[in-house]
Antibody
Framework: EVQLLESGGGLVQPEGSLRLSCAASGFTFSSYVMSWVRQAPGKGLEWVSTIGSTGASTYYADSVKGRFTISRDNSKNTLFMHMNGLRAEDTAIFYC??????????WGQGTLVTVSS | EIVLTQSPATLSLSPGEGATLSCRASQSVSSYLAWYQQKPGQAPRLLIYDASNRATGIPARFSGSGSGTDFTLTISNLEPEDFAVYYCHQRSNWPRTFGQGTKVEIE
């Protein structure tokens, strides 16, 4: 069974940093592209970032480019999102998702990031 | 950036009725469009990919159609568990984008 389990969310002050993790199991993690998608409270879905299966290719939404860094450790079946310079508008549930042919076929339960002083 | 516009924002229907949801892209996405269902407090679930292919385990009452800029998700004979928010999503271009969602609510 495919499972994705995010962790690392919490309350952080503006301009602070946070690292999210997503532990994957039930599939060959190193064979899949992985992504982060977020959802602000009461709002819709927003794609944040995608990383290729080897980690060599990365893509970012303009809203996070230069502040967020996606990475992965295929030896530990784990996806990461390093977030710096956090802003109030980054407050959201962050989901990690497995990508198959560019679509998100499995999602984690999400981790809430709250940016507030 | 490709903008996806969903309509209507809210659809009020009764169980057993049919639902037709629309997604319009600001430029052609070919058939690279998906639909997701999201229930309160849950992660989204992939329903349809490549405009018309049902994802694994999705009931046949869900169907998708369209290509280019105009797409439709049809839910026939609504079941109580189908009342949720539905999002379209394109994977044609970077950045990936989602529509703003259509809420299907019980009338």
């Amino acid at each position: 069974e495919v499972q994705l389990l995010e962790s690392g969310g919490g309350l952080v002050q503006p301009e602070g940093s946070l690292r999210l993790s997503c532990a994957a199991s039930g599939f060959t993690f190193s064979s899949y592209v992985m992504s982060w998608v977020r959802q602000a409270p009461g709002k819709g879905l927003e794609w944040v970032s995608t990383i290729g299966s080897t980690g060599a290719s990365t893509y970012y939404a303009d809203s996070v480019k230069g502040r967020f860094t996606i990475s992965r450790d295929n030896s530990k079946n784990t996806l990461f999102m390093h977030m710096n310079g956090l802003r109030a508008e980054d407050t959201a549930i962050f989901y990690c998702a497995r990508s198959t042919s560019g679509y998100y076929d499995y999602w984690g339960q999400g981790t809430l990031v709250t940016v507030s002083s | 950036e490709i903008v996806l516009t969903q309509s209507p924002a809210t659809l009020s229907l009764s169980p057993g009725e049919g639902a037709t949801l629309s997604c319009r892209a600001s430029q052609s996405v070919s058939s690279y469009l998906a639909w997701y269902q999201q229930k309160p407090g849950q992660a989204p679930r992939l329903l349809i990919y490549d405009a018309s292919n049902r994802a694994t385990g999705i009931p046949a009452r869900f169907s998708g159609s369209g290509s280019g800029t105009d797409f439709t998700l049809t839910i026939s004979n609504l079941e109580p568990e189908d009342f949720a928010v539905y999002y379209c999503h394109q994977r044609s271009n970077w950045p990936r984008t989602f529509g703003q969602g259509t809420k299907v609510e019980i009338e």
